[in-house]
């Protein structure tokens, strides 16, 4: 069964969190490296489990691990040897669990809530080059070399024991075909499959967005597909793109509205950045029953996202 179905009777949406990033730079630190939140998942652990506890109180239904940037070649480029690679890998998942189950064995927590998920994060090609390239998809590669960097990741976190996988800011409508292809060689494992889109019907590639969505509707075990790190204003273009194409679950998380600078790696102020809490309703009535929030979004947004959503008296 799809992991956001029981949520979806409930309540009638999926509460995703917001940016894991943004909350550990809130309190602190550096990211200003080529394995961004994974660093922190290295070298303070605990700041990671502390944030998955910040989103659970907020109300997130589904939290995601520290994995975006991590990859099993951006740790052998840290100095990592595979097995210790792969600890890191479980050491993210873990995280993520542990807090899951001690926010849910406080009885007071359970009250009108369904036991939280856990998402392991899989980020694109593009994140484990950290240059920006979620924005462009334009690494090149084709269809049989992204499925090979893909794979051992995939399979690893696969078998974790989490509800389901994350599939984040993908940008290209070949990498899409390569992460599907990973989720057939895994029939027991869900998905969400998320785009980054360049303007309000084309993802960054410049592929149509229908085109990538129609691809996942044809697919067995994806859980929902939408859009992610977008700024808010596209995000009902995208979902009217998006219902035309499918009929699974729609979701949307967008950014802040700032824009990227993957030069200094810093956002700065560009388009109409707003709260996406205050349009979350709208995306709702838009068809999208898995919301959330992604870069520059915290705790704070997805608290607010939940009391419109759920309690907008």
């Known amino acids: 069964m799809n992991p956001f179905t029981p949520f979806l009777t409930h309540q009638g949406v999926v509460l995703l969190d917001g940016g894991l990033a943004t909350a550990l730079e809130t309190r602190g630190k550096d990211l200003n490296d080529p394995l961004w939140s994974a660093r ?36 052998r480029d840290r100095g990592l040897q595979p097995a210790e690679a792969e600890e890191a890998f479980h050491r993210a998942v873990r995280l993520a669990t542990e807090a899951r189950d001690a926010y849910w064995a406080q009885e007071s927590n359970r009250e009108g809530r369904l036991r939280p998920l856990v998402a392991c994060s899989i980020g694109h090609y593009g994140a484990y080059l950290a240059d920006g390239s979620e924005y462009t998809g334009g690494y090149g590669l084709d269809a049989e070399a992204l499925v090979r960097f893909h794979r051992r990741r995939w399979r690893l976190l696969a078998t974790s024991g989490v509800d389901l996988l994350a599939c984040e800011t993908v940008p290209s409508v070949v990498e899409v075909r390569a992460l599907l292809r990973l989720l057939a060689e895994t029939p027991d494992v869900w998905a969400w499959m998320s785009f980054q889109c360049r303007d309000q019907a084309h993802l960054a590639d410049g592929t149509a967005l229908a085109e990538a969505v129609r691809a996942c509707d044809d697919a067995d075990h994806v859980a929902a597909v939408g859009v992610n790190c977008v700024p808010p204003e596209r995000v009902a273009s995208l979902l009217s793109v998006a219902r035309s194409a499918t009929s699974k679950p729609l979701m949307a998380y967008p950014n802040s509205g700032e824009a990227y600078d993957a030069t200094t790696k810093t956002w700065k102020p560009g388009g109409e950045g707003s709260d996406p809490s205050e349009e979350a309703p709208r995306w709702r009535d838009e068809g999208a029953t898995v919301l959330g929030g992604c870069c520059r979004t915290g705790p704070d947004t997805i608290a607010r996202m939940r009391s419109r959503l759920l309690d907008p008296a």
């Open 40 to 75: 922190v998942l290295l070298e303070d652990p605990d700041a990671v489990s502390q944030v998955h506890m910040d989103y659970l109180a907020a109300g997130a239904d589904c939290i995601a691990t520290a994995t975006y940037q991590a990859t099993f070649e951006g740790f």
